[in-house]
Every structure is written in C-alpha cells, then in structure tokens.
C-alpha cells in the first residue's frame, strides 16, 4: 500500500514541480485526506516525500538526505502524539456509546407516567438541558382518593444527578401508604439521601398530596422553589412556601406540614429552579412572567398550560435555558 | 465567565473573597480551592460573595460540602456580602437556617 502512495505521491509533486498551479495544490490536498484516511503517520509522509525527491531529483539526494533523515526523527515525536489522539478519539467514542446507554437506561428506570384522573386535570413537562435529567417527578395514587406528587432536582448534572435520582426513586416507591404525609415522605427520604450520598451532593424536593374527596392539598418542601397556588375565587395568586432544608445535608432534618384548600377551578403549579431562574435576563421577575401566563391562559388543559409555559420561558431566555425545566400543574 | 477566589489571614482568622459568577463550570475551580483550606481547631473563616454575581446550585453544593467539612474539623464557617438574589437561594434551600449568614444589608449597617 505504501508503495502505491509513494508512486501517486511522486507524481502529484513532480506535476507541481513542473506546473505550480492551484489544481495541482488541490490536488494534493485531496491526497492528503487519503493519507489520513489511512492513517500514515507524519514521519512516513516525510518519508514518502524524500523518496519521491529522490527520484524526481536524484542528484539533489546526496546533500539532502541526512536533512531528511533529521526531519523523520524529528516527526517520530509528532507521530506518537498523532497516535495518542487518534486512541483518545477511540475511548471517547466507546464513552459516548456508553453515555448513550445509561441514557436509555435512565429513560426507562426514570420515566415519569402522568396519572389520568376523572377528577383532577394532571399536566406535566421535564426537559433536560444535557443528555440527562437532573430533574425527576414521580406520582403516586389511589383511585380517585389520593394523588401525590413528588417533583425533585438533584444538584449537579449528568451520570451523578441520575444515579442519585434513581435512589429518590426507590425510595419513594417503598412508602407505600405513607405516602400521604409529605412532611413524613420527606424525612425518610432525607435519611436515605442522606446516607448515600457526599457532601456536596443535594436534592430538592417539593412533595404535595391532594386528597381528592376532601379537596385538601397538603405539602412540604425540602429547600425547594415554592409551588404556586391559584385561587380562582380571589383572582389571585399565593406562594405555596415551607420551610425545611435541602435533602442529604442533615441526617435528622424535618419538614413543616402545611394544608390548603383546593376550590373549582383552582390551579396548583410545581416547579423546579430551571423555571423560576432567567439567568440572562435578572431584569424580570420570574414569577410574575409565570403567574401572567397562567392567568390569562387558565381556561385551557392542565398539559396545555405546561407546554405553553415552556416555550414562553424558552423564548424570554432567547432559546438558551441554562437548567432543566420541569413543571407540574394540577387543575381542580 | 470566571470565577476566582483569594484568601488573607488576618488576626488567625481566614478571610476569603470570591468574585465572579459561580456555575457548573466554574465550581470545579472553587472546589478546589476550598478542599485545599486547611482547617484548623477553633478556625475561623469569612468569605465574602458580594461580588458574586451568579450562583447556581452547584455551587451551592460545595458551600454546604464546605460548610459540613469546616463542622466536622471544628471550624468556623461565615458567609457575608449575599446579594439579595443569593440571599433568596440560601433560604428557599432551608441553608440560612443551618449556616451562619449575613446579607449585604447587615454588612453595611456594621461599617
């Protein structure tokens, strides 16, 4: 193969020896992507080019050659790192197909399925801003007694945020009927956050529990973006805020319980910091943009008004969100 | 986007001053920094975020890793100089209530 690449070589360098004209250059460029392709190495190029020198010139030989020789073990060095690369260029690809399993992987483990109740209308958007989701929601319901709702973003983003998702999870899944006290839900999961993970590791969680028969909305948050509760009966809105701290920073953290009243019409809205946060644009504020849409838009379907909010925030931050964005609305 | 942080010692009390905007790709840097703090018994550190600009929850994150670490070692860690914005993050996270913060206000009533 060398033999043939250093025949086609020779003839390209004697034609633009003989001719110095762009053709013959762009010729030359094309042998070049062959020589790539093939992976010769620098310093077997400078070879090739001193062999077909050599014929093309071959009284020029006896001065150059020891010129040439230096310049080959110069190029070694060049060679190795070339070689470097192209491996680099290989792990990675093997770290992409890897990447792209776990991504499938977290799409299964982690996919949130939106209950559809007679009762409540359920709507729900998660977007992530990487290949994987720092955000998570999980439901959980009874019939059409209780529905509750988790929505959680662990800090950091990528294989840790998931791995660290997937214990949330878990965790919830195995409360089985606790899962109607939020303040409860979220000191077990605390504690088994809190063993799991390090130190600068962190979710957010705010839990809400609607007891459908009774229209009590009960909730509590782990130092998370308050949710928002619309009042149809007063026009307005309130900010669903509790106090309680981050989960997996202290091992006995609790929770406040708190309870509302859910009305006809009243609208609840559970975010993440991806929504409430314009980094580009700290001349609005976040909330009233959110609280704006919603009014005017609370006639249309619970998933209707998730979309829209979505590309209503996206468009506000020029299409370049900096987080994962993940809404839940519940619609009375 | 940078971030960088300085530290003086002053009266066996460590004072650091961070600036710039703390995010995803530049908490690696403050990381570090701070895991090459050491804390000694009875320390006392103060670091000034009035010129932060931008804090995302990651760097949130190795604030409380530091803030945990600082508690382990006996040491004494004050965050100072909280925008207002930032002042919101640490509370909406229940983080005002653990670690010991003062926002930009109560800095300027004590000048």
Known sequence: MLKQLESQYEKILSDYMSDQTEKNLYIAQNFTRQLIQKNISPEDVVNIHKNAVGKIFPDRMVEDQPAYDFLIEVMVHYGMAHREHQSLLQIQAEYEMEMKIATNIQKTLLKTVVPQLSSIDIGMISIPIRKMNGDYVHFLYNREDYLSVAVTDVVGKGVPAALCMSMVKYGLETLEYAYKDPSYVLEVINRVIEKGVDDSMFVSMFYGCLDIQNSIFSYASAGHEPALHYSAKHGEFFSLEAKGLLLGVLSDSKYSYNEILLEDNDIVVMMTDGVTEFRARDDLNSREVITSLIVENKHVSAQHLCNLLYKQIEKIQDFKLSDDFTVVILKK | ?111
Do not use: P, W
């Open chain 2, 1 to 111: 986007m940078d971030m960088t942080i300085h530290f003086k010692e002053l009266d066996n009390k460590l004072y650091g001053f961070v600036e710039g905007e703390i995010d995803t790709f530049t908490a690696s840097s403050l990381r570090e920094e701070l895991e090459a703090v050491k804390i000694t018994e009875g320390l006392e550190i103060e670091l000034n975020l009035s010129k932060v600009n931008y804090m995302d929850s990651t760097g949130l994150g190795i604030f409380v890793a530091f803030y945990k670490r600082a508690s382990r070692e006996n040491g004494k860690v004050k965050l100072v100089g909280l925008s207002s914005r930032l002042q919101r993050l640490f509370e909406i996270t229940g983080l005002s209530d653990l670690m010991d913060i003062e926002t930009d206000k109560k800095v300027e009533l004590r000048k």
